[in-house]
């Protein structure tokens, strides 16, 4: 089998990180992988924001425990040193399958580096508040930009679960 495939196979969540940083160059080589992912029509409506500086990561993790209706202290990120936050034009057809993509790509390249991943979600709503907006801004970024996901990394603290069998039934063909 494919060295690809397998990765794809073999790629689990992680939902328990050690603190250790993640090297900048590792870093890069993942968001890379996500600027590569397909696109509609190849617009490349994802952008990627990498949050690796501890003040802003926590608050972000605070902000998407609120939304999530979790307890004061629950961090929803479990604990990993390094948020990729990627968004899409709104005004684009396909930006949540083009984000999508760009996750995906972030998590398989993580996995074949090493690096443990997670999508954690309520992207959208930090970005529709004042303050995603204003944090938009302060990086820069204008126009109407919708949050698609925030993908955890770090490495892992622990070992990856395995693999659920698949579920039968989940292909039709038409020969």
């Given at each position: 089998?494919?060295?690809?495939?397998?990765?794809?196979?073999?790629?689990?969540?992680?939902?328990?990180?050690?603190?250790?940083?993640?090297?900048?160059?590792?870093?890069?080589?993942i968001?890379e992988?996500?600027?590569y992912?397909?696109?509609?029509?190849g617009?490349?409506?994802?952008?990627?924001?990498?949050?690796?500086?501890?003040?802003?990561r926590?608050?972000?993790?605070?902000?998407?425990?609120?939304?999530?209706?979790?307890v004061a202290?629950f961090d929803?990120?479990?604990?990993?040193?390094?948020?990729?936050?990627?968004?899409?034009?709104?005004?684009?057809?396909?930006?949540?399958?083009?984000?999508?993509?760009?996750?995906?790509n972030?998590?398989?390249?993580?996995?074949?580096?090493?690096?443990?991943?997670?999508?954690?979600?309520?992207?959208?709503?930090?970005?529709?508040?004042?303050?995603?907006k204003?944090?938009?801004?302060?990086?820069?970024?204008?126009?109407?930009?919708?949050?698609?996901?925030?993908?955890a990394?770090?490495y892992a603290?622990?070992?990856?679960?395995?693999?659920?069998?698949r579920?039968?039934g989940?292909?039709?063909?038409i020969?």
């Open positions: 089998m494919s060295e690809v495939l397998e990765q794809i196979k073999s790629r689990r969540s992680v939902k328990k990180y050690k603190p250790d940083p993640v090297p900048q160059e590792v870093l890069d080589q968001i992988a996500g600027l992912a397909a696109s509609g029509k617009q490349q409506s994802a952008i990627i924001i990498q949050v690796t500086n501890k003040e802003l926590d608050e972000i993790s605070r902000r998407n425990c609120e939304i999530g209706g979790w202290g929803p990120f479990y604990g990993a040193p390094a948020i990729l936050v990627v968004l899409a034009r709104k005004d684009w057809p396909t930006h949540v399958y083009d984000g999508s993509l760009v996750m995906g972030l998590m398989l390249a993580a996995h074949g580096l090493g690096v443990g991943s997670c999508w954690i979600h309520r992207a959208k709503e930090e970005f529709e508040t004042q303050w995603g204003d944090l938009l801004k302060s990086l820069g970024i204008e126009g109407e930009y919708e949050g698609i996901g925030h993908c990394l770090g603290a622990g070992p990856a679960p395995k693999a659920a069998e579920k039968a989940r292909v039709f063909y020969k």
